[in-house]
């Protein structure tokens, strides 16, 4: 039952694929490499850019609207938390059903809010002076950097052969969308993804970026 429901959802995705021809690319690499896409869902919205400042470190940060975005949820849970707690203490305690209301509704909304404010506020970092590509606030020890770690999401930039981007159409209440995607390309050709939003042109300037600062080739699917 598993297997057939993962193969229903990896159908979908190529079908919500942009169809690339890899031979446009005149790479060898390019024939073999997947093009569906490596980050399923995506944002509606551009929800990180590039800074680009520091040649020696390359820096994917949450865009305002991103953390904006997540602190809707936040807000939402805690008051849906302090609201009923204080109509509780307020009528002697009686209405239980606040309580039970305030941490199911409440905390779910806390919860989903502070994971999707960590998730999006997760540095990307392209290390150049180090040589490699790694997610989060500190940098990684000498230790786990010494071959890619896919975990950790932890890659060596000598092993980036391509910057491939692609785009996702995605559906929700209020219509359909694409979500644009950076992944890397490794010489085994496995992908890493760095980011997934909704904004065509800034994805496509901050893979360019990438590209000539990695000196691999942009392998433009969108």
């Keep these: 039952m598993f297997e057939k429901l993962k193969k229903l959802v990896e159908e979908a995705k190529k079908r919500a694929a942009t169809v690339v021809d890899p031979a446009v690319f005149n790479h060898p690499l390019a024939q073999k ?8 869902g995506g944002s509606n919205f ?6 680009h ?25 805690l008051f849906g938390l302090i609201f009923p707690t204080y109509i509780f203490f307020s009528q002697d305690k009686q209405e239980w059903s606040m309580i039970v209301f305030a941490v199911f509704f409440g905390g779910i909304f806390t919860a989903a809010g502070m994971f999707l404010l960590h998730s999006m506020a997760r540095p990307r970092v392209f290390d150049t ?12 020890a000498d230790s786990m950097v010494s071959h890619t770690t ?8 000598n092993e980036v052969e391509a910057i491939q981007v692609l785009r996702e159409r995605l559906r929700s209440k209020n219509g359909s969308y694409y979500s644009y995607e950076i992944n890397l390309v490794l010489a085994d050709t496995r992908r890493v993804n760095v980011i ?10 901050d893979a360019e970026i990438l590209a000539q600062t990695l000196g691999v080739p ?5």
């Design 150 to 157: 896919a975990k950790r999401k932890i890659t060596q930039l």
């Design 46 to 51: 551009k929800t990180h850019r590039l800074d």
């Design 196 to 205: 997934d939003h909704g904004n065509q042109q800034a994805v496509i300037d």
């Design 129 to 140: 002076f180090y040589g490699y590509y790694y997610e989060g606030w500190k940098k990684p």
């Design 218 to 222: 942009l392998w433009d699917g969108s």
């Design 33 to 40: 490499t997947e093009w569906s896409p490596l980050a399923g």
């Design 53 to 77: 400042s520091n040649r020696d470190k390359l820096v994917f940060k949450a865009t305002l609207g991103a953390q904006l975005f997540s602190g809707v949820f936040i807000l939402f849970g």
